[in-house]
């Protein structure tokens, strides 16, 4: 094993230490085969699974592993409409599984997520029955400080150049503290504890996965 995946796999193991008193579950995937592995171990035939936007998941195939699954996969790319925007996030609220990522997860196990629309950390504070994050070692951070920092830094403005908005950090590459139309730093949210036994697991995976 290489210094850098003996070096995640140390990390992992406080992160996931730390998590227990939140009442979040956890596991560490060494790969991104094996985090696959897991998720498919989460869900069972007949689910209805939803996920928020992500490239993580989307490197992971979130599609095909859930039909393979078994499950009702609601597909937020076939809602075309506003009105259709807002029924598949209707449809999320009540789905048995919610896959994510998450921007970054502090040493101590806090999860911090920045999103534009907020449907995604919607779902992860209220509604899915289940909240299941993957999140590459890439993106833990020493603590809540360093994580919004890696969120303005390292995650927003690539999002944006995916996106093809017009934010001062998507020509750039450093946040301008914007508020114009196509910002997606709308809504800052910190977990720091799950209130329902069993309803946030966090898989750690040790590779760079999305940003
Ligand atoms: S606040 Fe605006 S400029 Fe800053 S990272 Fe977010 S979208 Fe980019």
């Known amino acids: 094993m290489n210094n850098i995946a003996t070096n995640y796999e140390h990390l992992a193991a406080t992160v996931l230490?730390?998590?227990?008193?939140?009442?979040?579950?956890?596991s560490y995937a060494a790969t991104a085969q094996e985090a696959r592995e897991q998720m498919r171990a989460l869900l069972q035939p007949g689910q209805t699974v939803a996920h928020g936007g992500s490239e993580t998941l989307a490197a992971l195939g979130?599609?095909?592993?859930?039909?393979?699954?078994?499950?009702?996969?609601?597909?937020?790319?076939?809602?075309?409409?506003?009105?259709?925007?807002r029924e598949y996030f209707a449809r999320s609220v009540l789905a048995d599984v919610y896959f994510m990522s998450s921007n970054a997860v502090t040493v101590d196990g806090e999860l911090v997520n920045i999103d534009g629309a907020g449907n995604r950390v919607a779902c992860l504070i209220h509604g899915p029955e289940k909240v299941v994050l993957v999140v590459g070692m890439n993106k833990v951070a020493r603590d809540l400080d360093a994580a919004l920092k890696r969120v303005k830094l390292e995650a927003a403005p690539p999002n944006c150049v995916r996106l093809g908005l017009t934010t001062p950090c998507s020509a750039t590459g450093v946040c301008g503290d914007c508020h114009g139309e196509g910002c997606i730093c709308c809504n800052t949210v910190i977990t720091r504890h799950n209130r329902v036994p069993g309803r946030i697991h966090l898989i750690l995976v040790g590779e760079r996965l999305g940003y």
Not at 18 to 25: A, P
Not at 66 to 74: F, K, N, P, Q, S
């Open 17 to 26: 230490k730390n998590i227990k008193k939140r009442n979040f579950t956890g």
């Open 62 to 85: 979130i599609c095909g592993l859930v039909e393979e699954a078994g499950c009702t996969y609601l597909d937020r790319s076939l809602a075309k409409s506003p009105q259709e925007k």
